[in-house]
């Protein structure tokens, strides 16, 4: 279809692009259609979007030139950088400036970034409320994405600001799920102080982003943050045990603790959780269910995700 609208989706083959994609592909208007970039058209997960009907180009956000041709002739972009991969907020600030400027070069309408907060602008390096890391961050995979949310609004396409929440395929795939003590009872510690924790499936936030293309440009320029559920930790708990049948009791994690244990990333996501507390409710304000819902009608609370992963979720 000749009238049908281009989305470009980075991070196509993993779990905020790989939800978008798959939404785009379910689009019952036709109005829009995925073009799916990766690092690796010849990957599994690529040729298997490929039988799907779905275009997939090569695209690599440390190449700016490549980006310029994954980006042209389309209607817009969904833009997301992966810290995790290499543990950089250099050079995730880099890639998503290379994004931003590339979705102006592409005189793209409308872009979703999926971003975070800059927690510098709450808790400067002088607030020694959280520890210092990498000697210019509080939060670095927060800080690195909020950073550039300025180089989105000077130099990129019209932008909406995607902001995510806690993935609960945490629980599955970061050895975050609940332990067995040695005297039978289960536990799921985490380090939340007292507040609750906004929660959601990782392909639901692409799911959120196709309601914001649905909605168009009018978003531009806006701050919307996407949850599936907001809940304390004992909340999460109890229902974590009954989907396992299993009593589970919530441990409540001192933030220095979690900070020191150790696992690459410890710090950062010590400081995440700390960071969260501190804000509380504005924090929460931040991530509404309710609006999540009204993008995605299709949005899974705690307890349908858990119908749907419970039997992943491995007690260690």
């Known amino acids: 279809m000749p009238s049908q609208k281009i989305i470009a989706v980075l991070g196509a083959t993993g779990a905020q692009g790989g939800g978008l994609v798959q939404a785009l592909a379910a689009d019952p208007t036709g109005e829009f259609v995925a073009r799916a ?12 979007l490929s039988a799907q009907g779905i275009e997939v180009v090569a695209g690599d956000t440390d190449d700016p030139a490549g980006l310029d041709a994954a980006f042209a002739g389309a209607y817009g972009a969904f833009a997301v950088t992966n810290f995790w991969e290499h543990f950089s907020p250099a050079r995730e600030a880099t890639q998503a400036t290379n994004i931003a400027r590339a979705t102006k070069k592409a005189h793209l309408k409308h872009v979703v970034w999926s971003t975070l907060e800059d927690t510098r602008k709450w808790i400067p390096l002088s607030d020694d409320r959280l ?8 939060v670095p995979h927060f800080d690195s994405k909020g950073s550039v949310d300025a180089v989105f609004a000077a130099e990129g396409a019209p932008t909406t600001y995607l902001l995510s929440a806690f993935y609960w395929d945490n629980f599955i795939g970061f050895g975050m799920g609940p332990r067995k003590n040695p005297d039978g009872t289960h536990v799921l510690a985490m380090p939340l102080g007292g507040a609750k924790l906004p929660g959601i499936w990782s392909g639901d936030i692409g799911r959120c982003a196709y309601g914001m293309f649905r909605r168009g440009v009018s978003l531009a320029g806006q701050r919307i943050g996407v949850s599936g559920e907001n809940l304390s930790g004992p909340e999460m708990a109890a229902k974590m045990g009954k989907a396992l049948g299993h009593d589970i ?48 009608p299709g949005l899974l609370d705690f307890d349908g995700w858990l119908a749907g992963n419970s039997g992943r979720i491995a007690i260690s």
Do not use: C, W
């Not at 900070?259 to 509380?280: H, K, S, T, V, W």
């Open 37 to 48: 970039i990766t690092r690796n058209p010849g990957s599994d997960k690529a040729k298997a």
């Open 131 to 138: 520890p210092t890391l990498q000697g210019d961050y509080k």
């Open 249 to 296: 009791a919530f441990h409540d994690v001192p933030f220095d603790v979690y900070r020191g244990l150790g696992f690459p990333g410890a710090e950062d996501l010590g400081n995440m959780f700390q960071f969260q507390a501190i804000l509380g409710d504005e924090f929460l304000r931040s991530r509404d269910p309710k609006l999540s819902r009204e993008l995605n």
